[in-house]
């Protein structure tokens, strides 16, 4: 049973009881084992071996999250009465329970000052565990200096305040309620945007090190990023980022926009009649993640002064090689028959696109084509590794050659749980299929941290067709991704002479380590050649993207 206590209000506890065994087989009781459901591990992991106590009950509060369900076992410790043999029972049935506390802090989705007379004022989505493990209810107070101040309240995300003076200031704070207690929102200033704390992605100890980034360069507004993906919608957060792009898909019944390729490159959404499955915005949550504004609004980009080319490729039901290879050329300046000229040509390419049943690249295939002109015109692309939990070799377009491709990582550090990975070639000596890694989210071991563990970005409302602007987590290599492109963008805000070439040596001699436990550390390769010169490989690639280390190293080489 949940157990919370009013002295820890946001500790998550439990009480576990049981009746004992009606039968010891000529044994005397010695204890109890307890056993907790891992998540990540999939299975009943042991947490207390023996309790060496005849007490029915236990309390537990290490390893629980609030709003989290919890699983657990117990099985009988028994000896001999010579004391020379013991034996576990069975385990118990499976006990669960969701252990409650107060709700996390809400967070704004906008700057707490406002000077309008009735503002709309709305914060982040709470999932289970952000509340508690409870209902909440959400009240607003806007208070400006003379005391003067205004409420509402709501339930949801959002509530209008009314009845404030037009032009005063007012500072805004939001607080959640349930029945354990309640959290603040913090204060937020007009010098950074509100949700930045849900992006654990940029500083945290797995994060990218990009405030040391930022210390060199928030981007260059002539760099330009294409994002071959499902297209973009309107977000306040990216309108401003956003240059011309292009529609590439050329069947109409994929297109849902009523034609083929034309220069409109809105994503009207991708939901799926069949299964009732909503809309993606796929393109648009990783816009967001290269170069949402720093605008004292939601989130900030990697790279948050560069520009989006929104590409779009993908359609109901995926996308075509053709298409995906004609908006890869398109993007860095190619020619195109029966189409214009890109004028915002690229010098990153981010496809956060993955399949293992697709295709894969071939010296002359259409995307191999396309990447080798990119490697010419010395402009990165960078694709996701794909999401199967397998050899990255066998998903396309990252089994193509001479592109940057991209593992994810969770909150700890480790390989998340369905990023693909690198396989070892006893013909090469090394680890082939991803070349780096960084943040991609990973929910399993991501319980209790900001976001969840995953990726925060922008998002869309519309179940069928584009509804409003929101915000809103994902997780996969198709975030991990644009993160790595948002770094590469930056490098070139610093020195846009770089060569693709340059761009990868830097990547990967500057990446930080993986979490010791993981994986990922423990296959680390190094192969020696006739010319002594080394490489390192492994089955995540070579770590995790260091922003702040990569920008600072492509600094160094402009003295």
Same mark, same amino acid.
């Given at each position: 049973?949940?157990?919370?206590?009013?002295?820890?209000?946001?500790?998550?506890?439990?009480?576990?009881?049981?009746?004992?065994?009606?039968?010891?087989?000529?044994?005397?009781?010695?204890?109890?084992?307890?056993?907790?459901?891992?998540?990540?591990?999939?299975?009943?992991?042991?947490?207390?071996?023996?309790?060496?106590?005849?007490?029915?009950?236990?309390?537990?509060?290490?390893?629980?999250?609030?709003?989290?369900?919890?699983?657990?076992?117990?099985?009988?410790?028994?000896?001999?009465?010579?004391?020379?043999?013991?034996?576990?029972?069975?385990?118990?049935?499976?006990?669960?329970?969701?252990?409650?506390?107060?709700?996390?802090?809400?967070?704004?989705?906008?700057?707490?000052?406002?000077?309008?007379?009735?503002?709309?004022?709305?914060?982040?989505?709470?999932?289970?565990?952000?509340?508690?493990?409870?209902?909440?209810?959400?009240?607003?107070?806007?208070?400006?200096?003379?005391?003067?101040?205004?409420?509402?309240?709501?339930?949801?995300?959002?509530?209008?305040?009314?009845?404030?003076?037009?032009?005063?200031?007012?500072?805004?704070?939001?607080?959640?309620?349930?029945?354990?207690?309640?959290?603040?929102?913090?204060?937020?200033?007009?010098?950074?945007?509100?949700?930045?704390?849900?992006?654990?992605?940029?500083?945290?100890?797995?994060?990218?090190?990009?405030?040391?980034?930022?210390?060199?360069?928030?981007?260059?507004?002539?760099?330009?990023?294409?994002?071959?993906?499902?297209?973009?919608?309107?977000?306040?957060?990216?309108?401003?980022?956003?240059?011309?792009?292009?529609?590439?898909?050329?069947?109409?019944?994929?297109?849902?926009?009523?034609?083929?390729?034309?220069?409109?490159?809105?994503?009207?959404?991708?939901?799926?009649?069949?299964?009732?499955?909503?809309?993606?915005?796929?393109?648009?949550?990783?816009?967001?993640?290269?170069?949402? *504004? !720093?605008?004292?609004?939601?989130?900030?980009?990697? $790279?948050?002064? %560069? /520009? @989006? +080319?929104? #590409?779009?490729?993908?359609?109901?039901?995926?996308?075509? *090689? !053709?298409?995906?290879?004609?908006?890869?050329?398109? $993007?860095?300046? %190619? /020619? @195109? +028959?029966? #189409?214009?000229?890109?004028?915002?040509?690229?010098?990153?390419?981010?496809?956060?696109?993955?399949?293992?049943?697709?295709?894969?690249?071939?010296?002359? +295939?259409?995307?191999?084509?396309?990447?080798?002109?990119?490697?010419?015109?010395?402009?990165?692309?960078?694709?996701?590794?794909?999401?199967?939990?397998?050899?990255?070799?066998?998903?396309?377009?990252?089994?193509?050659?001479?592109?940057?491709?991209?593992?994810?990582?969770?909150?700890?550090?480790?390989?998340?749980?369905?990023?693909?990975?690198?396989?070892?070639?006893?013909?090469?000596?090394?680890?082939?299929?991803?070349?780096?890694?960084?943040?991609?989210?990973?929910?399993?071991?991501?319980?209790?941290?900001?976001?969840?563990?995953?990726?925060?970005?922008?998002?869309?409302?519309?179940?069928?067709?584009?509804?409003?602007?929101?915000?809103?987590?994902?997780?996969?290599?198709?975030?991990?991704?644009?993160?790595?492109?948002?770094?590469?963008?930056?490098?070139?805000?610093?020195?846009?002479?770089?060569?693709?070439?340059?761009?990868?040596?830097?990547?990967?001699?500057?990446?930080?380590?993986?979490?010791?436990?993981?994986?990922?550390?423990?296959?680390?390769?190094?192969?020696?050649?006739?010319?002594?010169?080394?490489?390192?490989?492994?089955?995540?690639?070579?770590?995790?993207?260091?922003?702040?280390?990569?920008?600072?190293?492509?600094?160094?080489?402009?003295?």
């Amino acid at each position: 049973m949940d157990s919370w206590l009013d002295s820890n209000p946001s500790g998550a506890r439990v009480i576990l009881s049981w009746i004992p065994p009606r039968r010891l087989n000529g044994g005397t009781l010695w204890g109890y084992r307890i056993s907790k459901y891992d998540y990540v591990q999939k299975k009943f992991v042991e947490c207390i071996g023996n309790t060496k106590s005849k007490s029915t009950s236990i309390t537990i509060s290490n390893d629980l999250v609030a709003g989290a369900i919890a699983k657990f076992k117990v099985s009988a410790v028994t000896r001999s009465t010579n004391r020379k043999y013991m034996a576990v029972s069975a385990s118990s049935t499976i006990a669960t329970v969701v252990p409650t506390a107060i709700p996390q802090k809400p967070i704004l989705q906008s700057a707490g000052n406002i000077t309008s007379s009735s503002p709309l004022v709305i914060w982040a989505a709470q999932g289970k565990v952000e509340r508690g493990g409870l209902p909440v209810n959400y009240s607003v107070t806007a208070l400006a200096a003379d005391e003067t101040q205004s409420s509402c309240s709501s339930t949801g995300t959002s509530c209008m305040l009314s009845g404030l003076q037009a032009g005063k200031n007012y500072q805004i704070r939001v607080t959640a309620t349930n029945s354990r207690g309640s959290a603040i929102s913090d204060l937020v200033t007009e010098s950074s945007d509100p949700m930045m704390n849900l992006q654990w992605y940029l500083d945290s100890n797995f994060g990218i090190n990009v405030s040391k980034a930022w210390n060199i360069t928030q981007g260059d507004t002539d760099v330009v990023v294409a994002v071959v993906d499902t297209g973009i919608t309107s977000h306040p957060d990216l309108d401003a980022n956003v240059v011309a792009g292009y529609d590439f898909i050329s069947n109409p019944a994929y297109s849902r926009d009523g034609n083929g390729r034309d220069a409109d490159p809105s994503d009207p959404g991708d939901y799926d009649t069949k299964s009732g499955t909503p809309s993606s915005w796929h393109g648009t949550h990783v816009a967001g993640i290269i170069a949402a *504004e !720093s605008n004292s609004v939601g989130i900030t980009g990697i $790279a948050p002064n %560069v /520009k @989006i +080319s929104p #590409v779009r490729v993908l359609g109901v039901n995926g996308g075509t *090689e !053709s298409d995906i290879a004609a908006g890869i050329n398109w $993007a860095i300046g %190619v /020619k @195109i +028959s029966g #189409v214009p000229t890109n004028q915002h040509t690229a010098k990153v390419v981010n496809l956060s696109i993955g399949s293992s049943s697709f295709s894969t690249c071939y010296s002359n +295939s259409p995307t191999q084509l396309a990447i080798n002109e990119s490697k010419l015109r010395n402009v990165t692309l960078v694709t996701a590794a794909g999401n199967d939990n397998h050899l990255a070799t066998s998903s396309y377009p990252g089994n193509c050659y001479g592109n940057i491709t991209i593992g994810a990582t969770g909150y700890t550090g480790e390989r998340s749980y369905y990023s693909n990975y690198s396989g070892f070639s006893n013909l090469q000596q090394l680890y082939i299929g991803v070349d780096i890694s960084a943040p991609g989210g990973d929910d399993r071991t991501g319980l209790g941290a900001p976001a969840g563990g995953e990726i925060w970005s922008t998002l869309n409302d519309g179940k069928s067709s584009p509804g409003k602007p929101i915000y809103g987590k994902e997780e996969g290599t198709s975030m991990a991704s644009p993160i790595a492109a948002g770094v590469v963008a930056l490098m070139y805000s610093v020195r846009p002479s770089l060569t693709d070439d340059q761009v990868w040596e830097i990547l990967s001699s500057t990446a930080k380590p993986f979490a010791a436990s993981s994986d990922c550390a423990q296959q680390i390769f190094e192969t020696k050649y006739q010319d002594g010169s080394t490489i390192k490989t492994g089955k995540c690639g070579v770590g995790i993207i260091d922003a702040g280390a990569a920008v600072a190293a492509v600094q160094k080489l402009n003295k």
